[in-house]
């Protein structure tokens, strides 16, 4: 494969820079959110996205017969990464997650109730696969359906789920056969998270970000909002979770954050001596900058496999969504520990080194390998699809 990009995908990228500068607001990007920074949590950052809506880029790799441009996934793919360059939201989960799940899955109805909105960015979704008991294992989930007329009544409990204390739709899995093997009793919903028998509760993470909890009492669900067929829901969400383990762990804020330290490197001093001429942090910062470019291989690798066509290529998301936030992990570990006690003061303080980023980026990289799937689930997916090893080994 070739992992330069072309005249046509380069002028692309141009186009998108100029209009990112454009419609620089700092309200809408806040790089020093991190991984959070790509949510679409506020009044402007939802104009933002529909201004993208207006260009034409939300729907860059949907079929044209769905309002999209069938581009192939490299746009999306550099339209993501400014994006997240710059601490923007991003385009991740109505037009990747639940836009082309109902593309290949949903009902007539379905695609023409949402999928106009998601290109216009009228509608904000939240995903419901975690649970209590059911964290990176979302086929243990039990959120129970149970049939209801022409209908399901759903009752049980969320966790996890952020964005919902701001969406508009859940994006929900449920329980539907209890009888069959837990992958193959699952159905995938859409339900208005305005209903009365849906409570929110906050949960506040160790990035100062909030997710919640949710929980659904008799919470009643017409069949015509069942995404695709019944106790095939599993298979749409291993489907999507590939995608989401790609488009929502960026591969741009890693570069930025080790520019940073590179930065400060060249001119910080400890004991009157340049750090720069120290070999240790010179080997530790080369290390770090081998392994930020195998992240970006391995991301673009993940773009040329999607773009064979079919279901996103499972075993490079889930290299690369391990590899990327591990590294990320690292790399604000050896953000702290050159720098020193001083990294420790909180983000945005301007004496501290690299402005106090290494502080919150410590907080956020620890959740980014639990989210999407924790790196021990990555593991096993590699072992088994990759590497061809038994469940049981």
């Known amino acids: 494969m070739n992992f330069e990009f072309s005249k046509e995908q380069m002028a692309f990228l141009e186009e998108v820079e100029q209009f990112l500068d ?42 044209q017969e769905y309002g999209g441009k069938d581009g192939d996934g490299v746009y999306e793919y550099l339209l993501n990464e400014a994006l997240a360059r710059r601490g923007g939201p991003q385009i991740g989960k109505g037009v990747g997650i639940i836009g082309k799940t109902l593309i290949r899955h949903g009902s007539d109805k379905l695609k023409a109730e949402f999928l106009p909105k998601i290109l216009r960015n009228e509608v904000e ?17 039990q959120l129970r359906a149970t049939r209801e007329g022409n209908g399901w009544l759903l009752n049980g409990q969320k966790t996890w789920t952020t964005s919902a204390h701001f969406a508009e739709w859940y994006w929900v899995g449920a329980r539907t056969d209890p009888s069959v093997p837990k992958h193959n009793g699952i159905t995938l919903f859409l339900v208005p998270l305005n209903h009365p028998n849906i409570t929110i509760k906050p949960i506040w993470t160790m990035g100062d970000e909030r997710t919640n909890e949710v929980y659904l009492d008799d919470v009643w669900v017409s069949d015509d909002y069942v995404v695709g067929e019944l106790n095939k829901g599993f298979q749409y969400i291993s489907e999507a979770l590939d995608l989401e383990r790609f488009t929502m762990f960026t591969y741009s804020p890693i570069e930025e954050r080790l520019n940073l330290l590179i930065d400060w490197a060249k001119s910080a001093q400890i004991d009157g001596k340049p750090v720069r001429n120290d070999m240790l942090v010179r080997q530790e910062i080369a290390q770090l900058a081998t392994e930020v470019e195998v992240a ?14 079919g279901a996103a290529p499972t075993s490079w998301a889930s290299e690369y969504k391990l590899f990327a936030t591990e590294l990320s992990k690292r790399l604000a570990n050896s953000s702290m520990d050159l720098a020193g006690p001083s990294t420790q003061l909180r983000v945005k303080t301007l004496e501290a080194p690299m402005e106090g980023r290494s502080e919150s980026t410590y907080r956020y990289t620890v959740i980014d390998t639990i989210g999407g799937g924790a790196s021990e689930i990555q593991k096993n997916i590699i072992a088994r699809r990759k590497l061809g090893l038994p469940k049981n080994f």
């Open 125 to 141: 979704f939240a995903v419901g696969y975690s649970e209590p008991n059911a964290g990176s294992d979302a086929a243990s989930m």
């Open 296 to 309: 970006r291989v391995i991301g673009l690798r993940f773009v040329h496999e999607s773009s064979k066509g």
């Open 22 to 63: 454009a419609n620089f607001d700092p309200e809408v990007f806040d790089p020093t959110r991190e991984n959070m920074a790509q949510i679409v949590d506020t009044p402007k950052r939802r104009e933002f996205m529909a201004k993208l809506g207006e260009k034409g880029w939300l729907g860059i790799t949907w079929p």
